[in-house]
């Protein structure tokens, strides 16, 4: 996707208007990057594993390295670095593994994710324009569109 179709795609996300305040709750998976916190769908999660990244040489910054997930090899993603671009490589205190578009993809974090339960009426348009941020929670936390997020590395 090029940028010019990224942005227009984003654009038209933006201009949507919101749905009607809505009763059922969400199940999200929250964890923090740094100081901010950052919460994905749990339908898109496939685990979380506390198991040791693999560096891989010569890969972009944000490529933390592999991690053998049951006999398949998974990429595994720095979140500080995807997100900010200018954080220092984190130390991974676990891989939360997530189901996008591209396939089974980790997520290195620093800290343990843990799961919480809002109502949809609580999420609301995000006022910044950051890549892969669909919607913020209690004014503190930001809903990531993951795929959004990996179109914007490459």
């Known amino acids: 996707?090029?940028?010019?179709?990224?942005?227009?795609?984003?654009?038209?996300?933006?201009?949507?208007?919101?749905?009607?305040?809505?009763?059922?709750?969400?199940?999200?998976?929250?964890?923090?990057?740094?100081?901010?916190?950052?919460?994905?769908?749990?339908?898109?999660?496939?685990?979380?594993?506390?198991?040791?990244?693999?560096?891989?040489?010569?890969?972009?910054?944000?490529?933390?390295?592999?991690?053998?997930?049951?006999g398949e090899i998974k990429s595994v993603i720095d979140m500080a670095v995807a997100l900010s671009r200018s954080a220092p490589r984190t130390q991974a205190a676990c891989v939360l593994l997530l189901e996008t578009r591209f396939g089974v993809v980790g997520w290195s974090l620093g800290g343990l994710p843990e799961l919480q339960r809002v109502s949809a009426a609580e999420i609301q348009r995000p006022l910044s324009g950051q890549t892969g941020v669909t919607g913020v929670l209690v004014g503190t936390i930001a809903l990531l569109e993951i795929d959004e997020l990996l179109e914007s590395l490459g």
């Open 1 to 70: 996707m090029t940028n010019a179709e990224l942005l227009r795609h984003r654009a038209e996300r933006l201009a949507t208007p919101a749905a009607p305040a809505a009763t059922a709750s969400l199940e999200l998976m929250v964890f923090a990057v740094g100081t901010s916190r950052y919460a994905v769908p749990l339908e898109i999660v496939r685990g979380v594993l506390k198991e040791p990244v693999t560096l891989v040489p010569g890969v972009p910054s944000w490529v933390a390295g592999c991690i053998n997930v049951r």
